[in-house]
T-cell receptor
Framework: GENVEQHPSTLSVQEGDSAVIKCTYSDSASNYFPWYKQELGKRPQLIIDIRSNVGEKKDQRIAVTLNKTAKHFSLHITETQPEDSAVYFCAASRGTGTASKLTFGTGTRLQVTL | NAGVTQTPKFRVLKTGQSMTLLCAQDMNHEYMYWYRQDPGMGLRLIHYSVGEGTTAKGEVPDGYNVSRLKKQNFLLGLESAAPSQTSVYFC???????????????FGPGTRLTVL
């Protein structure tokens, strides 16, 4: 089955700096890669996703890049703010039907300090 | 539109007791999922369903059973609870059909279960 590895497990940045979280996946048939943000005691919420036919996607301060050849994808957060502090999870899936199940990374705890 | 809801929010069980967690969604989603979240291990899929009346095993199905008798509901059962099942349980759902957001999974608020 799919295996998703995520690094680093913890990340501390100063407000205004950039943060990068990296994930690798094992299943070359995976074609959907979402990123979820989970604040303390809350549910995971989708912040951005990318599909295998796209190399990069951006939404304001958040961007995701995908390298299918190397089987890795990354989350980039620019101009970090205290409200970006949370745990971030990457995930991968092969598509729809029984293949729609997501395999998650183990999470990155991002701390944005003032 | 409540989205995905879960009942109960918290529960404490003794070893060997049984219980059922209820997940409900009002978005007419085809697919529903149950995950457990443990510290340092991310979210792991227990069981999932790709339509009413169907279920399939995920990554960690042992000790759990599920049922999807109605499209909007997905039940997770623990027949004989064990301390290893102490966790936070999240339900999620997604469209599963052709559309612009077919893959996006929407999560419920979670159920914190402690087994003593």
């Amino acid at each position: 089955g799919e295996n998703v590895e995520q690094h680093p497990s913890t990340l501390s940045v100063q407000e205004g700096d950039s943060a990068v979280i990296k994930c690798t996946y094992s299943d070359s048939a995976s074609n959907y890669f979402p990123w979820y943000k989970q604040e303390l005691g809350k549910r995971p919420q989708l912040i951005i996703d990318i599909r295998s036919n796209v190399g990069e996607k951006k939404d304001q301060r958040i961007a995701v890049t995908l390298n299918k050849t190397a089987k890795h994808f990354s989350l980039h957060i620019t101009e970090t703010q205290p409200e970006d502090s949370a745990v971030y999870f990457c995930a991968a899936s092969r598509g729809t039907g029984t293949a729609s199940k997501l395999t998650f990374g183990t999470g990155t705890r991002l701390q944005v300090t003032l | 539109n409540a989205g995905v809801t879960q009942t109960p929010k918290f529960r404490v069980l003794k070893t060997g007791q049984s219980m059922t967690l209820l997940c409900a969604q009002d978005m007419n989603h085809e697919y529903m999922y149950w995950y457990r979240q443990d510290p340092g291990m991310g979210l792991r899929l227990i069981h999932y369903s790709v339509g009413e009346g169907t279920t399939a095993k995920g990554e960690v199905p042992d000790g759990y059973n599920v049922s999807r008798l109605k499209k909007q509901n997905f039940l997770l059962g623990l027949e004989s609870a064990a301390p290893s099942q102490t966790s936070v349980y999240f339900c999620a759902s997604s469209y599963g059909l052709a559309g612009t957001k077919i893959d996006t999974q929407y999560f419920g608020p979670g159920t914190r279960l402690t087994v003593l």
